[in-house]
């Protein structure tokens, strides 16, 4: 895919709720270096939903699309193998497309991401080279961007997830690497009779751009899944060591996209933890992100390219 692309964006998670936005260069070849390019972390802002951003009115702005779960309409063909996208997710991408002129979408499919709540909000967000969605629990109807998503509490949300194209697949790696950081000191200890799971103590704690986001201690039980590296944080003990075998069972019987990627659970986020998932495929970056360890993973799994339901694009 050739893409010319450097997008600003951010991702802002808040407690349980999350909120995606993003902003674009309208040049053909945007620099990477450019001085507003620099992307903001999920932590962000994590304390005050009131005030969380809306994603920019545009073309893809329109607000007349009722979103619910619980929709029988017919609004997009179901897969052989009996996957299918939600009629609200199928409104949020094709909104998205309106605008965006990236050529693979991904978004989670039903049965395996499938939220039990009243009803979906959702806040839509795409530019030339970005597509961002971020999910909520409301207690009725309400239209794509809504104003009263902004106004929800903090345990409303339910995830997002965000595709970035980059000018080439290098740019697209650096950027997962940065935002996917890891420190790490040794010697580990093992967790599994195999060796597999092993357990760390963190360096300077958990480094997204240059902050600290918990308090130690804390350690990392890391191991690896194919071309995947997962993290589990938390403060030593049986509970965090369950954990991460929870996360190994879940991922012996659900295939994560085959791609480069990587998974970090459960970092205490000043007492918001968040579940990260990112990977690239080609020159783009993709993330899925909530504060329920098993929303994120669902909705990784489950992702597929809209409308075709490929695995890989």
């Known amino acids: 895919m050739n893409r010319f692309a450097v997008t600003i964006y951010s991702s802002i998670v808040i407690s349980g709720a999350l909120v995606g936005c993003a902003a674009s260069s309208n040049l053909a070849k945007p620099s990477y270096n450019q001085t507003n390019a620099s992307p903001i972390n999920e932590a962000d802002n994590a304390t005050n939903v009131a ?32 996957i299918h996208f939600a009629p609200y997710i199928v409104r949020a991408m094709e909104q998205a497309r309106q605008t965006t002129k990236m050529s693979a979408l991904f978004a989670p499919t039903e049965p395996i991401f499938q939220p039990h709540v009243p009803f979906v909000g959702v806040k839509e967000y795409a530019s030339d080279w970005i597509y961002s969605i971020s999910l909520f629990s409301t207690t009725t109807a309400v239209p794509i961007n809504d104003p009263s998503l902004d106004k929800l509490p903090n345990n409303a949300g339910i995830g997002m997830f965000r595709g970035t194209d980059y000018f080439d697949h290098h740019q697209a790696m650096e950027d997962f690497a940065s935002q ?134």
């Open 51 to 82: 005030n969380a951003s809306t994603p920019p009115v545009g073309p893809n702005s329109i607000t007349t699309n009722q979103i619910t779960n619980q929709s029988t309409e017919n609004t997009s063909s179901q897969h052989s193998d009996g």
């Open 180 to 313: 996917f950081k890891v420190d790490k000191v040794g010697p580990p200890a093992k967790v599994d009779a195999n060796g597999v799971m092993k357990q760390y103590q963190t360096g300077q704690q958990y480094i997204l751009n240059g902050s600290t986001n918990y308090t130690s201690p804390q350690n990392v039980i890391e191991w690896q899944e194919g071309k995947w590296i997962i993290d589990v944080f938390g403060a030593p003990s049986l509970d965090f060591i369950n954990t991460a075998k929870q996360v190994a069972s879940f991922l012996q019987s659900h295939e994560l996209p085959p791609t480069d990627g990587r998974i970090i659970i459960n970092p205490d986020l000043k007492g918001k933890p968040i579940t990260k998932i990112g990977w690239v495929f080609g020159d783009t970056f993709y993330v899925c992100a909530s504060s329920s360890m098993m929303n994120a993973l669902d909705m990784a799994v489950s992702m597929r390219e809209y409308d075709n339901y490929n695995v890989v694009p």
